[in-house]
Structure formats: C-alpha cells, structure tokens
C-alpha cells in the first residue's frame, strides 16, 4: 500500500465508534477525504458530519467511496457485513483501526495508555497536561475530552499520546516510548479466554516499550515483576509506590493533595474530578508529565483547570438540590470505584444507580460481581442487555444480576418506564452507567428530574 502520507482518500467501516472517529478527524486534518458507514446515526457522528465527513447508515455496496486508497475497519463489524465482503473481495487495502494507529504513532515519540480501565481519563489528562503546558503532542483518546469537545487534536510537535486498547489485542500493534498501565483486571474474556491469557498480553505490552522508554505501571498489578523495561510505580494509597499522593482534602466534590515522585513534593495540585480512582489517573498523568520535564507550576495548572471526558464520572447536574453523574462504567470493577467515589462525595444521601449491561458476554462472565457490586446502590434500576457486537446467548439477560443481587430495591425497566419512574420520583443523588445506548437516556432523565 501507499505510505500513509501519500494517501488521498480513506473510507471506514464503523465510523462513529470513539477509536475510529478520532483516525477519521486525524486524516480529515490532513486534508485527505475521509468518508464512511455506521449503523446508526449518533451525536458523534453528526459532529463528524458537520466536520464535513460524508457518512452513510445503511450497509449498500453503492455507497462506498470506490476511490478509497485505504479502509479502515472496526472488529466490532459482523463478518457477513455486505460493504465488508466487497471491500475484501474488490482487493481494497482493508486495515484494522489498531493497525493504521500503529502505524501513525510509528514515527513519533509515543505515550501509549493501557488497563482495562482508568485509560481513557488518564490519556485524556496526559494530552491535555501536555497541550494546556505547551509541550504539545497529537492525541488519539478513546472518549471527548471536555476541554476541547474533541477525542483527536494535531500538533507540530513529534509526540503522540494514544489510548492503548487491550481488546482484540489492538494494544499489541504498538511499541511506546512511554507506557503507562493502569489496571489488568479480567475483562474481554470472550477474546482473552482467561484471565492469565489477558495479563500474558499486559506483559507482552509492557516488554515492547522502546529502549530507552519508561513503563509507568499502578502498584498492586499482579505480574509486575515480569515487565523488564525501566519503570515506576504508582498509586493512590500505596505509599511505598514511586509516585503517590499525601495530604488529600475533599472540598464540594474537588481534591487538593500534594504528590510525592521519587523524593520530590509538588504540593496543592487541585483536581476538579469526583472519585478517588481520579486522584490515582492524575498521579499517573503527573508522572507521565515529570518524565518529559513539564514544569510544577504548568503541571499545576494544567490539572486544575481538566474538566474531565465526557462519561467518566461526569456531572451532569451537581447543585445544592441535586447531583446527577454519568459514567463508562461497564466491568463490576469499574462500578465498584465509581459508586465508592461518588458515596464518597455525598455521604448520607441515598444513591440511585441505572445501568445498562453491555454485552451478553459480560453478562454471563460477571453476573455475581455485576451483583455484588450493585448491591451497593441504595436503590438500583436495570435496564435491558445492550447487545452491541454479540447475538442474543440464552438465559442471559439482566435478571441474571437481579436474581442474584444482596438487596431487593432493584428492578429491570424498559428505558421508556425508566423515564416514567425518573418523572415520578426525581432521585437527589443519581448514577447512570454503562457502554451502551444509555448515554442518549442522559439528557431526557436531566431534563424530567429538573
């Protein structure tokens, strides 16, 4: 295939997913014709639109840009997908999105974020820590950093900080100059197999860090030992870890604390983010910063003035009557550090938590921790199994969790009765959560509880 830069005209497969859209806007801000499909329309994909990318969403081979030099697809594509098969049988150059990543950040200095969760928020700091600081670096983040309504910018400057994404093994296409690893937590196991099969590609993602690179990985991951680049530890409660924090206060749903890195103090670094495990991704941020010698005081104001991604622990209403936050959250792990966060914050009110399982898959393999986890709600409405890329699995469906949950304040609605019961009882203190469609539930529960 042609190099990259020669390249004039792109098409994708599963445009509006977050990996793929910001390859889309790297390529469109290079001045190449970017086009694609995807299944349904979505806000993304309207802002890619209005951002003067043609997408279709319908899957007809007529719709194709015939004169695309390159495809770009997504593994979440069904391999009966009409557009799909002609592409490959029509002998287009058809490439994974991790494999174009791969090939982008190839030439650059590198900052590749992994874990099964924390990445997105802790990439999204990273870049912007780097932006806001003026060091600058192109980003490729896998949810809208709030500061910019963006997942893709583009800078001069030779440096590029990716989300470094395990499913599929997407991460393994990349080898960083620096690598952070967040968490290894069993997830994707309908990929990975077993929880050792996922934490063999975490060490082999850590061991392709670049000679001369750094490995910046949370304390308490199991296996560390087998990582054999030069690295650090990290944590938010660990304080024999490298970099950790000390001294932290909690003020109306904001933290200041001082960090320890290596024997130095950078003291009152303020972050406007709710949640204990967002102290940690700043450490970890923080730590990124040090290593390409951004100064204290530009670290400092840089993660005062982060105001978040867009469905990482993001208000959507925090007022002296009511708090809303929406968030990611789709692992039993993931929940757990949300609603402890969130708790937190706000002692002493009741909490209400909405979440839409994603995938039966996940279902199925977490039904008892998705329980465990639940159980902490004061009250907990479940709504029905987002399928995304899987077809239905028998006797998999969201009772499964209800079944099996601690408490029985919690009931499975349709997103139709979901509002009915959001008019009607207007809860003071509310989490919705999950990688599914929920996020275009977040706006109409606003506006009733208002």
């Given amino acids: 295939m042609k190099d990259l830069k020669d390249i004039k005209a792109?098409?994708?497969?599963?445009?509006?997913?977050?990996?793929?859209?910001?390859?889309?806007?790297?390529?469109?801000?290079?001045?190449?014709?970017?086009?694609?499909?995807?299944?349904?329309?979505?806000?993304?994909?309207?802002?890619?639109?209005?951002?003067?990318?043609?997408?279709?969403?319908?899957?007809?081979?007529?719709?194709?840009?015939?004169?695309?030099?390159?495809?770009?697809?997504?593994?979440?594509?069904?391999?009966?997908?009409?557009?799909?098969?002609?592409?490959?049988?029509?002998?287009y150059t058809v490439l994974k999105r991790s494999d174009v990543l791969g090939m982008i950040t190839k030439g650059t200095y590198s900052i590749c974020i992994a874990g099964t969760h924390g990445k997105t928020t802790t990439s999204s700091m990273v870049a912007h820590i780097l932006r806001d600081s003026g060091f600058g670096c192109n980003a490729f983040l896998g949810g809208i950093a709030s500061n910019y309504a963006t997942n893709f910018w583009y800078s001069e400057k030779n440096v590029s900080v990716a989300e470094a994404d395990e499913y599929d093994r997407s991460f393994l296409k990349l080898f960083p100059d620096i690598a952070?690893?967040?968490?290894?937590?069993?997830?994707?196991?309908?990929?990975?197999?077993?929880?050792?099969n996922l934490q063999d590609a975490f060490v082999e993602f850590a061991n392709q860090v670049k000679p001369g690179g750094l490995l910046i990985y949370k304390s308490v991951l199991k296996r560390s030992d087998e990582f054999k680049a030069a690295k650090i530890s990290y944590s938010v409660s660990d304080s024999a870890a490298d970099v950790h924090p000390v001294n932290i206060k909690i003020s109306k749903g904001s933290y200041v604390f001082d960090l320890e890195i290596k024997g130095e103090l950078i003291k009152d670094v303020e972050l406007n983010m709710g949640g204990m495990h967002n102290?940690?991704?700043?450490?970890?941020?923080?730590?990124?910063?040090?290593?390409?010698?951004?100064?204290?005081?530009?670290?400092?104001?840089?993660?005062?003035?982060?105001?978040?991604?867009?469905?990482?622990?993001?208000?959507?209403?925090?007022?002296?009557?009511?708090?809303?936050?929406?968030?990611?959250?789709?692992?039993?792990?993931?929940?757990?550090?949300?609603?402890?966060?969130?708790?937190?914050?706000?002692?002493?009110?009741?909490?209400?938590?909405?979440?839409?399982?994603?995938l039966f898959s996940r279902t199925n393999d977490f039904a008892d921790g998705f329980?465990?986890?639940?159980?902490?709600?004061?009250?907990?409405?479940?709504?029905?199994?987002?399928?995304?890329?899987?077809?239905?699995?028998?006797?998999?469906?969201?009772?499964?969790?209800?079944?099996?949950?601690k408490h029985s304040n919690a009931r499975v609605l349709s997103k139709e009765a979901l509002l009915e019961e959001m008019k009607n009882t207007k809860p003071v203190f509310l989490i919705t959560a999950g990688a599914g469609d929920i996020d275009m539930l977040v706006e109409p529960i606003k506006k009733v509880i208002q």
Avoid: W
């Fill in 279 to 358: 102290i940690e991704n700043a450490v970890a941020a923080i730590a990124v910063a040090k290593h390409v010698g951004i100064e204290d005081d530009k670290i400092r104001a840089a993660v005062a003035s982060f105001r978040g991604v867009k469905r990482r622990f993001e208000y959507i209403i925090k007022n002296d009557e009511r708090v809303m936050i929406d968030d990611y959250a789709h692992h039993p792990e993931e929940l757990r550090v949300l609603i402890n966060g969130a708790k937190g914050l706000f002692p002493g009110q009741k909490c209400t938590v909405v979440f839409q399982p994603h």
């Fill in 10 to 91: 792109v098409y994708f497969l599963g445009i509006g997913g977050i990996g793929m859209s910001a390859l889309a806007r790297y390529f469109n801000s290079n001045g190449v014709r970017v086009s694609g499909y995807d299944k349904t329309p979505t806000p993304l994909t309207d802002k890619l639109q209005q951002e003067g990318i043609s997408i279709h969403f319908e899957d007809n081979t007529e719709l194709i840009d015939k004169e695309a030099e390159l495809v770009v697809y997504t593994p979440a594509v069904p391999k009966d997908h009409k557009e799909y098969n002609y592409l490959l049988s029509h002998h």
């Fill in 180 to 196: 952070v690893i967040t968490a290894m937590d069993p997830d994707h196991l309908d990929i990975y197999g077993t929880p050792e």
């Fill in 371 to 405: 329980a465990e986890v639940l159980s902490m709600a004061d009250e907990l409405i479940l709504l029905p199994i987002y399928p995304a890329r899987e077809k239905p699995m028998e006797a998999v469906n969201s009772e499964m969790i209800l079944n099996r949950m």
